[in-house]
Nanobody
């Protein structure tokens, strides 16, 4: 079992930066693939970025490529999402997710464990 707790959300002006953190409990975190999803009002939850358990492979949605970076520190049981050059359309609740099964990590259905979400609001 893994419990995930996000932090770092807030209100920022367009062009600004935020770093989200997701702290995991449980001894198996280092073997889990991790992802960051977001859900804006009235929209489906979408994958923003994902990272393999060793951190060697990452994935980014086209909308955030070049602006967001996902990375993890397995010694601290934490995965991060560095968000730069934020845009108003990045406004959403951001969720981290984790799962220990083999898979691409690109589908919401691949993740069994979810955090409670953290609000990110980007003003224009």
């Amino acid at each position: 079992q893994v419990q995930l707790v996000e932090s770092g959300g807030g209100l920022v002006q367009a062009g600004g930066s935020l770093r989200l953190s997701c702290a995991a409990s449980g001894r198996t975190f280092s073997s889990y693939k991790m992802g960051w999803f977001r859900q804006a009002p009235g929209k489906e939850r979408e994958l923003v970025a994902a990272i393999t358990w060793r951190g060697g492979l990452t994935y980014y949605a086209d909308s955030v490529k070049g602006r967001f970076t996902i990375f993890r520190d397995n010694a601290k049981n934490t995965v991060y999402l560095q968000m730069n050059s934020l845009k108003p359309e990045d406004t959403a609740v951001y969720y981290c997710a984790g799962d220990g099964r083999v898979g691409t990590g690109l589908a919401r259905s691949e993740y069994d464990y979810w955090g409670q979400g953290t609000q990110v609001t980007v003003s224009s």
